[in-house]
């Protein structure tokens, strides 16, 4: 099986970086949309931080990866038939083509067995095989509508639904929905960009030393995978152990009100709408509180994550042609003092 690129070897693109490692660390975000020039590394990353984490423990012969510790019932009975025994699973990267059918995305009856023997069997989809790992969408803006709404709603709701064929199923589908594009092909309705948590802008390096060394690090990874992947396995563990470190200490990190009334001054500032912005707010510097081993977040962690959390939840200014990264930058500064 063919190694994936090493996560701590990607040169440059901190903000995307970043961005992951918040989703690893608290799924509730709802995602991350990373916008930007082709050739740029985004799924390159995506994949990369999949490989790194640890196997998961699942129900063994489960089709849907289920937890052995988890309290909801899994509809086919695996964790009753399995009993106490469990078996490691490396967690699921699933990459959803855009030419993808909803029956090949939600699952469809078994029609092979259905004709066969009679028996009406539902068949897991893609939702069903990112339970617990990572979906990963690229050209979004170009999949169609329907699919995104219902990919949107999954992953809100932690459950797929499938009503069809005399078939009714409930399964667990909870996963970390990455989602990438090139806006010259197309932008992504706003009512949909707004379900994600997380917004990145992904742009081709200018610095001529980066450009450089990232050739050299892919061609060194082409030319001996074992041999690159051995060199940053130190760095590797690294960012594991750091994301383990995260996971324990998210639950106890306290965000004291000031915090939440600094991150809804900062979305009436830049004109966010709807509430989203100040929830993501809150749970994006609480990651990030939780990955810098801090005990509270602070106001430095919600600057940090500002412009991530709000700039695709912004209305365009027609008295302001500044980006949303400017004007989210210069209420930061405004309310956040260096």
Known sequence: MRKSFPFSAIVGQS???QALLMAAVEPRLGGVMVFG????????AVRALAALLPPMKVVPGCRYGCAPDDSTTCFEGCRERAGKRTEAASVPFVDLPLGATEDRVVGSLDLERALATGEKRFEPGLLAKANRGFLYIDEINLLEDHLVDLLLDVAVSGQNVVEREGLSIRHPARFILVGSGNPEEGELRPQLLDRFGLSVDVRTPTDIADRIEIVKRCDAFDRDPEGFCAAYEG???AVLDQIAAARKKLP????PDSILELGTRLCQAVGADGLRGELTLLR???ATAALAGKKHVLPAHVGAVATLALRHRMRKNVLDDTGSTARIERAVAELIPA
């Open 15 to 17: 903000e995307m970086k």
């Open 284 to 286: 994006a510097a609480r």
């Open 235 to 237: 760095d590797e563990h």
């Open 252 to 255: 106890k990190v306290d965000v």
């Open 37 to 44: 020039d082709r050739g740029t590394g985004k799924s390159t």
